[in-house]
């Protein structure tokens, strides 16, 4: 039985609101040079800017027995257990309790976290931290990998 998980990482809304500080910017840079266009051309790059941001949000996806977490994927057979990290102990496993070895897919302003064990011994990478909308739904989709 096939099953699918998919869920894109998009900017929050904080994000979107400090983006807006590139209208006044483009709009005070460009108003001597264009006048009264000025607010056109701000407002164009403020747009150009969202659409950046929204297509360079990361992907995550199960599909086809692999799992994809921005531009990295895996096999599901090669992973071991998952779990959710504590909002407590997010700092501590992005800082001081990070092995330099483990892919990130992380994206600010998420409050979800997994950690997911890599159980293949020829991969140097022992496991990934994956920001997510929803931690509970990822690991209930990692867990009916089998």
């Not at 998980?5 to 609101?17: A, D, G, T």
């Not at 994927?73 to 779990?83: A, T, Y």
Request: net charge positive; charged share 20%.
């Amino acid at each position: 039985m096939s099953f699918s998980y998919s869920e894109r990482l998009l900017p929050s809304f904080w994000q979107v609101l400090a983006s807006m500080l590139v209208i006044p910017a483009v709009w005070l840079i460009t108003l001597p040079i264009l006048g009264e266009f000025a607010i056109v051309v701000a407002l164009a790059v403020w747009f150009v800017v969202i659409a950046t941001m929204l297509a360079r949000s990361k992907k995550l996806d199960i599909r086809d027995g692999r799992f994809a977490a921005g531009s990295a994927q895996i096999p599901l057979s090669l992973l071991g257990k998952s779990e959710i990290i504590a909002p407590e102990d997010m700092r501590s496993q992005l800082g001081p309790d990070l092995d330099a070895r483990a892919y990130l897919c992380f994206k600010s302003g998420k409050k979800g976290l997994v950690k997911i064990d890599v159980s293949d011994k020829s991969d140097p990478t022992p496991y990934w931290l994956v920001s997510t909308n929803d931690p509970r739904s990822l690991v209930e989709a990692l867990s009916r990998k089998n």
